[in-house]
Nanobody, 124 residues
């Protein structure tokens, strides 16, 4: 099974940028569909972006053009580059993986089998 660890969160000003990284161990990310999710206090967990084993990417409408997901098979990581951050982007960010590599329902957290512990992003 794959284990996931997120890093790169922090506090930034409005309009700033951050790069989150999801490091995988125990298996290779090339075998999984990997998604980034976020959850703000009192709100449901929501899909932010996803990347298929073949490299195809998906984005939630609210981050399109601002966030970029990328996968590095050599480093076994999946990064989320975030620019133009807004206060409403404040949340705990999680990476998750599901076997099979399909983008079907990529935004639905219940379809993922493996989760990291999360990294906090605060925009003010």
């Amino acid at each position: 099974d794959v284990q996931l660890v997120e890093s790169g969160g922090g506090s930034v000003q409005v309009g700033g940028s951050l790069r989150l990284s999801c490091a995988a161990t125990g298996d290779t990310v090339s075998s999984y569909y990997v998604g980034w999710f976020r959850q703000a206090p009192g709100k449901a967990r929501e899909g932010v972006a996803g990347v298929a084993s073949g490299g195809d990417t998906r984005y939630a409408a609210f981050v399109k053009g601002r966030f970029t997901i990328s996968k590095d098979n050599a480093k076994n990581t999946v990064d989320l580059e975030m620019i133009g951050l807004k206060p409403e982007d404040t949340a705990m960010y999680y990476c998750a993986a599901k076997a099979g590599g399909s983008s079907w329902y990529w935004y639905n957290p219940s379809t993922y089998n493996y989760w990291g512990q999360g990294t906090q992003v605060t925009v003010s």
